[in-house]
């Protein structure tokens, strides 16, 4: 879930988001509330999953990405 950033609405985006099956749902304008849970996600998932522990490349990052327990909380 995102806001209508224009780095979300970008073919780079759409094409990363389709290669990992995932399917993007962005909120709809002028509603702070869905965007601020989207906010307040990427908050949790920074020091737990991408920051939690040191990767010594981006590689490693994302092969632990499916294995994060933060996803079974959402």
């Given at each position: 879930m995102?806001?209508?950033?224009?780095c979300?609405?970008?073919?780079?985006?759409?094409l990363?988001c389709?290669n990992?099956g995932l399917?993007?749902?962005?909120?709809?304008?002028?509603?702070p509330k869905?965007?601020?849970k989207?906010?307040?996600f990427?908050q949790?998932?920074?020091?737990?999953?991408?920051?939690?522990?040191?990767y010594?490349?981006?590689d490693?990052?994302?092969?632990?990405?499916p294995?994060?327990?933060?996803w079974?909380?959402?």
């Amino acid at each position: 879930m995102s806001d209508n950033g224009i780095c979300y609405r970008s073919k780079q985006f759409k094409l990363a988001c389709l290669n990992n099956g995932l399917k993007h749902i962005r909120t709809k304008p002028y509603t702070p509330k869905t965007n601020g849970k989207a906010e307040r996600f990427i908050q949790y998932s920074l020091p737990e999953w991408a920051y939690g522990r040191a990767y010594h490349t981006s590689d490693q990052r994302k092969t632990e990405l499916p294995r994060c327990t933060l996803w079974q909380r959402a």
